[in-house]
Structures are given as C-alpha cells and as structure tokens.
C-alpha cells in the first residue's frame, strides 16, 4: 500500500504517477459527484470491485482554510486490507471511552432519584434514558467522523479521533448508515420518554429540546462550524451537566427541582474541562487551520490559566452539589477522588512551556481517565448510601 505522502499546500499536491487504475485522482471542480462517491465508498466502480478507495495524501493543518481541491485515492480491494477485527473497529469509530460524559450524569441521576424519591422508579423509562443518551452520543461522535471525512479535515495527521474513514476501518456510506441509525434510536428512546410524560409537555419545553437536539446535531455535522467558533466548550457544559440532569429528573419524575441543576454542575465542569484541554493540545494545529477554539483564539498562556479555572469550577460544582443538592456523607468520595486526580493533571499542564512541547500530546485523554475515575466515585458512593439504607432498613424492621 502506498504511504501516506504530504502535501504542503493546496497547489502544491504529489500524487503518485497513476500508471494503473490503483490510482485515481479526482478535482472537486470537474467531478464533483464522483468525487463525492469516493468518499462515500460506494462509487460504483468500488462496489463492482468490492474495493474501498483510502486518500494517500496527507495534509497540513493550514490547509483547512480552504476546501480541498483535488483528491488521490488508492483503490485497494477488501480482500488486500489488513484490517482489525469487526469488533475493534467498531469500539474504535464508536469511541465509548468518551461515553463517560453522558454515563456519569445519567447514571449519578438515576441513584440519586432512587435514593431520594418516595415513589419507586419506572425501570422502563430509566433504560430508556440510558440508551438514549449513549446513542445520542454515539450518533454525535459518528457523524462528526463523516463529515470530517467527506471535509478531508481527517487527512490532518494530528486532527479527529481514530480517523476511522481515512484509514479504511470503514466506508462513509457505512459509519453514515450506522449515525442515523444511532440517531433514529435515540429519538425513539427520547420520543417514549415525551409520550410517558405527555401531560407535563409545554411549548417551552417542546422548544427547548428542540434547539438542544440542534445543536447537538450542529456539533456532529459541524454546518455551521460553531464548535470552532467558541461555542464549543459553553455547549458541552451545558447539554453534558445541567440539561442532561435536569432532563434526566423530568424524563423520569415529571419535575425538575432545582437541585436536579445543581446535580449537572460537576459533569458539565468536567466536560468542559476535557473539551478545552482536548483544544489546547492542538492549538498550533488549530490557530494555522484558522479555527477559532477558545485556545486558538486567546493564545498559549491565556489557555493554561484557563486550564485552572476549568479546575477551580469542577471544584466548586462539586462543593455545592455536596452542601445544596445532596447533602450525604458518602458524596465526600467523589470529592476526595477527583481532587486527588486533579493535582497530576495540572501539575502536567503547568510543566508546558510552549504549544509545541510534547507534554501537550495526551492532554484530553488523561482528562477522560480523571472523568471516569470521578464517575466511578459516584457510583460507588451511591452503591455505598443505597446499601446502607436497605441494610439499615433490614435492621430495624
């Protein structure tokens, strides 16, 4: 298989001499719709093959200004690639390391229901909730690895996931189909959650949803490029703490107390944290792309002091949750957790002595180990507290 050649700018492509239909090379300004079917993978050529076509240039980030141009693919047949199994793949194009963010909350909510609601909870629209909010966010992550794809953004070495499309776990046509049939679930889980709680719907609530799933949607197709305008980070804090709680305690009691909000404070702390150290590990990427993250826009040392303050709110959020939502001993363990996770990870972001040091490289992942271990805290500390009162209630009956 050819290896991956750079292409400094966009006039100043190398392609390999194309002395064999492997080759093809494509301009987006003379074919545009079998250009299109490339990317996609089911141009008919590829399908009469039974072949996937994987783009052999690489580019810089600076070539994200503008759209890309002219393509060179490789056509390599599936019975010559060397692919993981299925289900690495899968796992791969998926990310559920990232689930962690819509997991924490939901499940946090749903022991904290259980333990301070008289009434008992509707097992049915629990699972409900749960698996519509990881297909939302399945569907989130997949669309957005299309769209980069169908872009080239993921032809950028050091930009996107597991870039996936790029090299060749999948076609688009494929992750396309599995997205809307992520989101189609999603909406079914979310449209049964509406039906069982009918008669508390009101035209705000209606609206409200309505301009969160756009969003949502906008952050995977990236119509718009709001995520690299600064929305980014407002819009995870936001639709991964207090929505996802406060929805969460609507979805399942037909109410929304106000310390159902407080409950979403650390989790959107924490999403915010994660999304702004995932930008800041590519701010020399970002800034020559023209993408307009927080990082990029106020610059390297702006961006460690934001680092501190992302820390100081998950810090806070979590001190109010335990005086004014959920007051229990036993929340004391997320605390004691998540503070002690902290200090290593800024103690990293503190050694960084320019955008270009390799101490950036890793940044966002270490915040994903810090959010699962914050997660397991709470869970625990539920387990913890639920056993204890059935115990206790054994006891004493």
Not at 1 to 23: C, D, H, N, W, Y
Not at 97 to 119: F, R, Y
Not at 163 to 175: C, N, P
Not at 319 to 345: I, K, Q, Y
């Amino acid at each position: 298989m050819a290896k991956g050649l750079i292409l400094k700018t966009e006039t100043e492509a190398v392609r390999p001499q194309q002395t064999s239909p492997r080759f093809v090379t494509l301009r987006k300004d003379q074919e545009p719709a079998r250009l299109r079917a490339y990317l996609r993978g089911d141009a008919r050529e590829l399908l009469e093959r039974h072949a996937i076509a994987m783009p052999v240039t690489t580019l810089k980030a600076g070539a994200l200004r503008a759209e890309t141009a002219e393509w060179t693919f490789e056509v390599v047949p599936l019975a010559d690639l060397q692919r993981d199994p299925w289900w690495r793949r899968t796992l791969r194009a998926l990310r559920p390391e990232s689930w962690v963010l819509s997991l924490a909350p939901v499940l946090t909510m749903l022991g904290w229901l259980a333990a301070s609601s008289s009434e008992p909870m509707n097992l049915s629209r629990a699972l409900a909730a749960v698996i519509g909010v990881i297909a939302l966010h399945a569907a989130m992550n997949l669309f957005g690895d299309y769209h980069d794809h169908m872009r080239g953004w993921d032809r950028v070495p050091e930009r996107g996931a597991d870039r996936v499309l790029a090299r060749g776990d999948f076609r688009g046509f494929e992750i396309l189909r599995v997205a809307w049939a992520s989101a189609g679930l999603a909406a079914i889980c979310g449209g049964a959650l509406l039906i069982a709680n009918f008669d508390q719907i009101t035209w705000k609530a209606v609206l409200l949803l309505l301009m969160v799933l756009a969003v949502v949607l906008e952050f995977g197709v990236s119509r718009w490029g709001l995520k690299y305008r600064g929305f980014g980070e407002l819009a995870a804090w936001f639709f991964f703490g207090p929505w996802l709680t406060g929805g969460l305690s609507w979805a399942l009691t037909g109410r929304i107390p106000w310390s159902a909000w407080v409950m979403g404070l650390p989790f959107g702390s924490m999403a915010l944290l994660i999304l702004h150290l995932r930008n800041f590990e590519r701010i020399m990427i970002d800034s020559q792309a023209g993408l307009g993250t927080w990082p990029a826009r106020t610059g390297f040392e702006a961006s460690k002091k934001f680092t501190w303050f992302c820390a100081t709110a998950l810090m806070g959020s979590l001190a109010a949750l335990l005086v004014f939502a959920d007051p229990s001993p036993e929340r004391s363990l997320p605390v004691l957790v998540t503070s002690m996770g902290l200090g290593p990870l800024l103690g990293v972001v503190r050694a960084v002595r320019s955008p270009s040091g390799g101490e950036l490289h890793g940044l966002a992942h270490r915040g994903l180990r810090l959010a699962w271990a914050m997660a397991l805290s709470f869970w625990c500390s539920d387990l913890l507290r639920l056993w204890g009162s059935a115990t206790l209630a054994r006891i004493f009956s």
